[in-house]
């Protein structure tokens, strides 16, 4: 029963979920490259790697428009 985890049994069940997360984001980027996936951020500063809808990156273009 996850809701009975604590202490060091809950961060490493979120230790092994974050790492399926990632597994999968990472695949699915190898996969699908900037067709389906998003790199939100920069070197300096960081980024994030996340899949992405066309409705999204739509969406994101016109925010980035209005930036400039």
């Not at 202490?7 to 230790?15: A, I, M, P, V, Y």
């Not at 999968?24 to 899949?51: F, H, Q, R, S």
């Amino acid at each position: 029963d996850i809701t009975k985890l604590k202490g060091n049994s809950l961060k490493e069940f979120e230790d092994f979920l974050d790492s399926i997360i990632c597994a999968y984001v990472a695949y699915y980027y190898w996969y699908w490259g900037l067709k389906k996936c998003a790199i939100l951020g920069d070197l300096e500063n960081g980024y994030i790697v996340t899949p992405i809808f066309d409705w999204m990156k739509d969406l994101l273009r016109q925010k980035q428009a209005k930036l400039w």
